[in-house]
Each structure stands twice: as structure tokens, then as C-alpha cells.
């Protein structure tokens, strides 16, 4: 199994910034396509962004324009640079593969992101 860390959340302003950053435990991250995945209170988890091994990404109509997913191969992290931010983003913030491998890829802990002012 590949443990995924996430980090970077917080507490932001609407219209405030943040970067989010998901370590891999291992090198086998490289091959697979990586997603960021929220969820918000009361709400289930959805896909956000993706970005196959080759660097090829598709955004959510939500965060289209707003938000950057990249990866950094040689260090085994995922990151995603988060621009203004609204309200509406409020949630924990996970990666994972896209789609989700739980025997390979098992969910972490999340990283919390709170847009309010």
C-alpha cells in the first residue's frame, strides 16, 4: 500500500488562496493518474481535479479556472494551488487515484480547508 499525506489546509478569506500538497509514500504514484477529491459537510465526496501520469488534467465545472492541479513525479506529490476561494469550497480535502484504488491507494486523513470571512 501507498500512504497518501495531505497538507496545506486552513483557514482563508474568500477570495484568499491556499496550496494544498499530498505526499505518496512510494514510487508507484508515478504511474497512475492522481486526482483531488472534497467533501463538505452533509455532502459526498466528489472529484475535483485530475491529472494523468503524463500531466493531462480535467477540472470540475466548480473549480475550473480557480484551482491548479501538478505533480511533482521525482518527489511523489500532488499538489493543488486553490484561488479564489469562495464559501462554497469549504470542505476536507483528500487524493487519491483516479479512480480511487483503497487496496493500493488507502484514503488519509484529509486536510481541512475553511473559506470564511
Known amino acids: 500500500q501507498v500512504q497518501l499525506v495531505e497538507s496545506g489546509g486552513g483557514l482563508v478569506q474568500p477570495g484568499g488562496s491556499l496550496r494544498l500538497s499530498c505526499a505518496a509514500s512510494?514510487?508507484?504514484?508515478?504511474?497512475?493518474?492522481m486526482g483531488w477529491y472534497r467533501q463538505a459537510p452533509g455532502k459526498e465526496r466528489e472529484l475535483i481535479s485530475v491529472?494523468?501520469?503524463?500531466?493531462?488534467?480535467n477540472d470540475a465545472d466548480s473549480v475550473r479556472g480557480r484551482f491548479t492541479i501538478s505533480r511533482d513525479n521525482p518527489k511523489n506529490t500532488l499538489y493543488l494551488q486553490m484561488n479564489s476561494l469562495k464559501p462554497e469550497d469549504t470542505a476536507v480535502y483528500f487524493c487519491?487515484?483516479?479512480?480511487?484504488?483503497?487496496?493500493?491507494?488507502?484514503w488519509g486523513q484529509g486536510t481541512q480547508v475553511t473559506v470564511s470571512s
Open positions: 512510494g514510487s508507484i504514484f508515478r504511474i497512475y493518474s
Open positions: 487519491n487515484s483516479e479512480p480511487p484504488i483503497p487496496r493500493i491507494f488507502p
Open positions: 491529472i494523468t501520469s503524463g500531466g493531462s488534467i
